[in-house]
Nanobody
Framework: QVQLVESGGGLGQPGGSLRLDCAASGMIVRINAMGWYRQTPGKQRELVADITSGGSTNYADSVKGRFTISRDIGKKTVYLQMNNLKPEDTAVYYC??????????????WGQGTQVTVSS
């Protein structure tokens, strides 16, 4: 069994900051890539940022310079620091973790989603 638990969403003000956490737990042997996606009603889920097992990061153009993805491998946790929030950042945010289980299976797991609303 593998579980991803997200936390840290909520209401943020334009220009403000929020941090999202996503902790993985269960029968995990190795964590590969980790990332954050977001989705608004009627639109496809889109990549916000991801980080490889080697630590390389990739960001959507819309968040470059404002958001920072990081991870703590020992804690099996990925973070998304969101600064200078904009109303268009309002969405449900999902974490995705590609990992290997003790049974040898390698696949993506998704968090349950956390709402981020940016409004004054």
């Amino acid at each position: 069994q593998v579980q991803l638990v997200e936390s840290g969403g909520g209401l943020g003000q334009p220009g403000g900051s929020l941090r999202l956490d996503c902790a993985a737990s269960g029968m995990i042997v190795r964590i590969n890539a980790m990332g954050w996606y977001r989705q608004t009603p009627g639109k496809q889920r889109e990549l916000v940022a991801d980080i490889t097992s080697g630590g390389s990061t990739n960001y959507a153009d819309s968040v470059k310079g404002r958001f920072t993805i990081s991870r703590d491998i020992g804690k099996k946790t990925v973070y998304l620091q969101m600064n200078n929030l904009k109303p268009e950042d309002t969405a449900v945010y999902y974490c995705r973790v590609n990992l290997q289980t003790v049974w040898g299976q390698i696949r993506d797991y998704w968090g349950q989603g956390t709402q981020v609303t940016v409004s004054s």
